[in-house]
């Protein structure tokens, strides 16, 4: 979820979002949110919890505003799992209503923009973003496979391709695949990714990374 919701806020102009990455260490249940948004330097904290119970999800999500506390914006969805893409467009379109920002036609559009429509494709993508998150090479190799598994499912999840971009790269840092072995894939992957969005931001910068950090590689 919160995957989802910064890749759709991150494509508006009016803010900047941290990365994943960067609120990775954030996660813990006891989290003082407050803390969180005042170590990553940030005016706002969208902070929440997932719930599953059979084909049902219950989210809870709440904008705070980091300076005093205040709550900006709260709100609870009881959904079919089925209906999670409709509850990420839900949050994603209150939290730019709370923070008042002044979305172009196109910006308006990402934020309902759905990277799949396919539900299974859509929960293999996350198993393999958590499998890569823990980056060591056995489990980069797992989350590949369920990134390809995801493709299978649905050949123009975008997401997907990045993953399996980032997924390759990753192995070429840690040694485990030689550059020369991995870094092509990186940059297929990337560009199909691509060239079936390129608006996405996350694909850009893998494909960018790679031709940066390994000129000796062969990309070509």
């Known amino acids: 979820m919160a995957d989802t919701l910064i890749t759709k806020l991150s494509n508006s102009r009016e803010i900047i979002v941290s990365s994943l990455n960067s609120v990775r260490k954030f996660v813990d249940l006891d989290q003082d949110s407050l803390a969180a948004g005042r170590a990553l330097q940030v005016s706002s904290v969208l902070e929440g919890n997932v719930q599953r119970a059979g084909g049902r999800i219950r989210v809870t999500a709440r904008l705070i505003k980091v300076a ?3 709550s900006l914006w709260a709100g609870t969805f009881d959904e079919k799992f089925t209906d999670v ?5 839900a949050i994603s379109q209150k939290v730019a209503d709370a923070l ?3 979305l ?7 934020l309902s923009n759905r990277y799949t429509d396919n539900i299974e494709a859509y929960q293999l993508y996350l198993t393999g973003r958590y499998h890569y998150a823990r980056l060591i090479p056995p489990e ?3 989350a590949m496979t369920f990134y390809q598994q995801a493709i299978d499912r649905d050949p123009k999840y975008a997401l997907a391709y990045f993953g399996l971009a980032e997924a390759n ?3 070429a840092i840690t040694s485990d695949v030689p550059s020369k072995d991995s870094l092509p894939q990186a940059k ?3 560009q199909k990714a691509l060239a079936i969005d390129d608006s996405l931001a996350e694909a850009h910068a893998s494909l960018s990374l790679s031709l940066v950090w390994f000129p000796s ?3 070509h």
């Not at 893409?85 to 467009?89: K, R």
């Not at 172009?104 to 990402?110: N, P």
């Open 104 to 110: 172009s036609g196109e910006e308006k559009s990402q």
């Open 169 to 171: 790269r990753s192995l």
């Open 100 to 102: 008042a920002l002044r």
């Open 140 to 142: 980069i190799r797992t």
């Open 188 to 190: 297929a992957a990337a």
């Open 85 to 89: 893409f409709a509850v990420q467009d």
């Open 217 to 219: 590689a062969r990309l």
């Open 68 to 70: 005093d506390g205040s």
